[in-house]
């Protein structure tokens, strides 16, 4: 009989789910997805067995948190008949240990010695006849009643289990990641409407990252960009800039020594120091018309911004944009002729809805 394969949960920011559920079908060899969901405004998920090394799932560059997948219950009743059902599982279910195994793996003392200390987070999408706080605590009983162990339920830290409440799916969720999965270690700066690095990698994965890439972020902030490029595998020549000569040093001082070769100036992206057809691939964080910009402005820069895109990009070379502004990149993607879009993402960040264009250089 074939050894069953674990399941697993990477988390995202919303609409980000695709992107991840592409990246580990892309990198993970043996990756099997299973399925996204999304939990309203605050997450999305991709559902996935693998079976190679459990080490590998935190070098995934899209995705913000992992999570061994414990229970799943299909269509759980919306009467409060559904905390008994989840007292039942957390006492029951017999892949908590397993799950453990795989969480020392990468964690070993997560949890503490003596006593397993742990705590349940909850979340819920949907009307049910109870909360969510009542189907955290029905886990909690469970999981403490449990013999395998001597359970300690804990405020915080401690080994987290996850449980998503959807209106016909219910997930329980071992942790596997920590904070630094999603914060990333080299960000020592910051800079206002800065991309959280998840969502950077995920604008460098959309570029179909190659070996010969000669890659470029326009309107670079704080690097984030770059450095995810970086990440994803070799290149031939990193090109950043920004107009803000903050922006340009903060970029330099989370790149540091690393990154080798990459070039970051400061300069105007309607006018780059780059000769025509130069570019193999690019991606940007245009500003929203909010914290950055205006909405004026970017009526203004958009068009002006992608006639030198047309210039500097290859035949064929990718363009990923993320903008919250839809409207003034529309009206500009119509008048630039060698710009072709091909798909958008529709997206949250930093709490407020945006969409990620995938675009090319054609003719």
């Known amino acids: 009989m074939r050894k069953q394969r674990p399941l697993f949960l990477a988390q995202t920011q919303p609409g980000f789910e695709a992107i991840a559920a592409n990246e580990i079908a892309g990198t993970l060899e043996g990756a099997r997805i299973r399925g996204t969901r999304t939990v309203a405004d605050k997450n999305g998920m991709v559902l996935f067995e693998y079976a190679g090394d459990v080490h590998e799932l935190l070098t995934l560059r899209t995705t913000e948190d992992v999570f061994v997948v414990v229970a799943t219950l299909d269509r759980p009743p919306p009467t409060r008949a559904a905390l008994a059902l989840l007292e039942s599982t957390g006492l029951r279910t017999t892949t908590v240990e397993p799950a453990l195994t795989l969480?020392?793996?990468?964690?070993?003392?997560?949890g503490g010695k003596g006593k397993l200390r742990f705590r349940v987070i909850a979340r819920q999408v949907g009307t049910t006849a109870y909360r969510r706080v009542d189907a955290?605590?029905?886990?909690e009983r469970g999981l403490a009643q449990r013999g395998d162990h001597r359970w300690q339920g804990v405020e915080d830290g401690g080994i987290e289990f996850w449980l998503t409440l959807l209106p016909d799916e219910a997930i329980i969720a071992l942790r596997l990641s920590d904070e630094r999965?999603?914060?990333?270690e080299y960000k020592l700066t910051h800079l206002p409407a800065s991309l959280r690095p998840s969502a950077a990698a995920a604008l460098a994965w959309l570029t179909r990252p190659a070996d010969t890439d000669t890659f470029l972020d326009p309107m670079c902030g704080a690097g984030t960009i770059l450095i995810e490029r970086a990440q994803l595998g070799r290149y031939r020549q990193l090109l950043g800039g920004d107009a803000?000569?903050?922006?340009?040093?903060?970029?330099?001082?989370?790149?540091?020594?690393?990154?080798k070769p990459i070039t970051v100036r400061q300069?105007?992206?309607r006018d780059l120091p780059l000769d025509a057809g130069s570019v193999s691939a690019a991606a940007v964080n245009l500003p929203f018309g909010k914290?950055?910009?205006?909405?004026?402005?970017?009526?203004q820069l958009y068009p002006?911004?992608?006639r030198e895109m047309e210039r500097v990009l290859k035949p064929g070379a990718p363009l990923v944009a993320l903008t919250a502004d839809r409207r003034s990149l529309e009206e500009s993607l119509r008048r630039a002729s060698k710009l072709a879009r091909h798909r958008v993402y529709p997206v949250m960040v930093l709490g407020q809805a945006a969409s990620i264009y995938v675009i090319e250089r054609v003719g």
């Open 181 to 184: 999965m999603r914060q990333r």
């Open 136 to 139: 955290q605590h029905a886990l």
């Open 244 to 259: 803000r000569a903050e922006a340009v040093e903060t970029a330099l001082a989370n790149i540091g020594p690393r990154y």
């Open 291 to 299: 914290q950055l910009g205006t909405a004026e402005g970017n009526r």
């Open 267 to 269: 300069w105007d992206a």
């Open 304 to 306: 002006a911004f992608l």
């Open 103 to 110: 969480l020392r793996q990468v964690a070993p003392g997560r």
